[in-house]
């Protein structure tokens, strides 16, 4: 089962069998498979590996059912289509297994199975593509079997959907789990680019003495989307932008980009520089909140009639201590908007004095910021005021452009999902979200879960409601440029 090359002298992981519940979902159509088949090509998954895909009994497939489905998702999703030669020696890898029947076909009895079949010294992986409300019970199914020795899980988000519930969850599953096999997935955190923030200030002595409340006027978390729920009308709608989005993916971007230089990249380390921002990271102010939900939003399959979901999310946070009090984090998301782009912008502060003479008529608040776009494979943008040609002292607007693709080798990148996979496999977590964490960013959403704002409608292919401006001004977001 040797891949056709080997990606680099990264060290590989032992010999695993991957047990995937929800394989018939969204997720594991779109990232998860993909994922393993470019890890098997790029010469980054085990030597010797099973990958079980798991379902409930009405969705059960035969072997070469689930091989076929596995096919058509790495066509359609994956970045390159799978070669015939390559396809052939990681189908071998491919069965499936029922969950959470007893007999032949059931969980337990593929895992032994796969287990003999490759040897000893075998881990084992199970990823819960699943909702936070189905994971305990497989989680218990796995404890009560003994399925949970030498083996390591990935719970994916939203890792509950308040304080309680989280609570409740990680007491469910360190029941039967050690915190040290347990890796909660955020797939932002896998992002080359997110990456990129910690090279560009830790780096670089040119940017991080910058990186402070004395330099930065507000900093700027922007994920606009143009997708709708897409047909996920009765998860969505018991879920909303700030649970799907905020909580998970934009607080932990906030939390990578505003952290204390940790004392190496390794897990302990790293997250322990996160999770001190969000130790000071002050409880949401409903008040600064603005709530959306675009026009038809109610007439999605799955929708109640009078939803008051939002679709949209824009909020000002503040961290409380000494490198960032009293500047503003300003946060927007939403479905069905303008344009699809993950946007950090730093306004940096201005001139203490005036010196040009047209100084004041050019926008210097244009000409003051660092853009980092984290859209992979991403870029990073520098605005700033130039002197333009001819004989007066006369100032413009000037720009200095950074591309990911075009200054690197693209064929080495990993997409977020894929490069996750391969570190809970080497048993690295330093990119995966720690349990006091995920509780803390909970307890700073209490306010707003409690006492949400209305929502207020807006248009399809807009920037959001109308009022979005408000919870930036006197500043203004940076997108649409």
């Keep these: 089962m040797r891949p056709t090359h080997s990606f680099n002298d990264r060290p590989r992981p032992d010999s ?100 003999l079949e490759m040897g000893g010294g075998v881990r084992r992986l199970y990823h819960l593509a699943i909702p936070p409300d189905a994971m305990r019970d497989v989680v218990r199914l796995l404890g009560s079997k003994g399925l949970n020795e030498n083996a390591r899980i990935i719970c994916e988000k939203p890792f509950g959907v308040d304080l309680e519930s989280a609570r409740e969850l990680n007491h469910e ?64 709608d018991s879920t909303g932008a700030f649970r799907d989005m905020v909580v998970t993916h934009l607080f932990q971007v906030l939390g990578i980009l505003a952290m204390e230089q940790p004392t190496s990249l390794t897990a302990r380390p790293l997250r322990d520089e996160i999770n001190k921002v969000f130790e000071t990271l002050r409880v949401l102010d409903p008040s600064s909140v603005i709530r959306g939900q675009y026009a038809g939003y109610r007439d ?17 946070a503040w961290i409380d201590n000494s490198r960032w009090m009293g500047v503003p984090f300003y946060l927007r998301t939403g479905k069905c908007m303008a344009t699809s782009q993950q946007m950090i912008t730093i306004g940096l502060r201005e001139p203490v004095m005036e010196i040009f003479p047209d100084q004041r008529d050019v926008d210097s608040h244009d000409g003051n910021k660092l853009l980092i776009d984290f859209k992979d494979p991403g870029s990073i943008h520098a605005h700033f005021l130039a002197k333009q040609p001819g004989p007066d002292m006369t100032l413009g607007l000037a720009k200095m452009h950074f591309h990911y693709n075009d200054s690197f080798q693209e064929k080495n990148n990993l997409e ?66």
């Design 173 to 236: 599953i360190t029941a039967f789990f050690d915190e040290t096999q347990i890796f909660r997935i955020d797939h932002f955190l896998g992002k080359e680019s997110i990456d990129n923030i910690l090279a560009l200030r830790f780096a670089n002595e040119l940017f991080e003495p910058l990186w402070r409340r004395s330099h930065v006027r507000y900093v700027q978390i922007d994920v606009p989307e143009t997708l709708s729920i897409e047909g996920r009308g009765a998860f969505y």
């Design 16 to 115: 695993h069998v991957i047990v995937i519940f929800g394989i018939t979902g969204d997720l594991a159509r779109r990232k998860i498979i993909p994922g393993l088949y470019h890890l098997f090509v790029a010469g980054l998954l085990p030597e010797h590996f099973r990958v079980l895909g798991c379902g409930r009994t009405q969705s059960a497939m035969t072997d070469d059912e689930f091989r076929a489905y596995a096919y058509n998702a790495t066509c359609q999703f994956a970045a390159t289509a799978p070669r015939e030669d390559e396809w052939a020696r990681f189908a071998q890898s491919l069965s499936f297994s029922v969950d959470p029947d007893d007999g032949p076909r059931g969980v337990e009895a593929a895992v032994a199975r796969a287990e």
């Design 300 to 316: 999605e399959e799955g929708v109640a009639p009078d939803s008051t979901t939002e679709t949209f999310i824009a909020l000002r």
């Design 416 to 481: 977020a999902y894929e490069r996750l996979l391969l570190e809970v496999m080497l048993g690295n977590q330093a990119l995966f979200t720690r349990s006091d964490g995920i509780e803390r960013l909970w307890e700073v959403a209490a306010p707003l879960l409690a006492a949400p704002p209305p929502v207020e409608s807006y248009v399809k292919g807009s920037w959001g409601p109308p009022s979005v401006g408000t919870i930036v001004s006197p500043n203004d977001w940076t997108l649409p440029e």
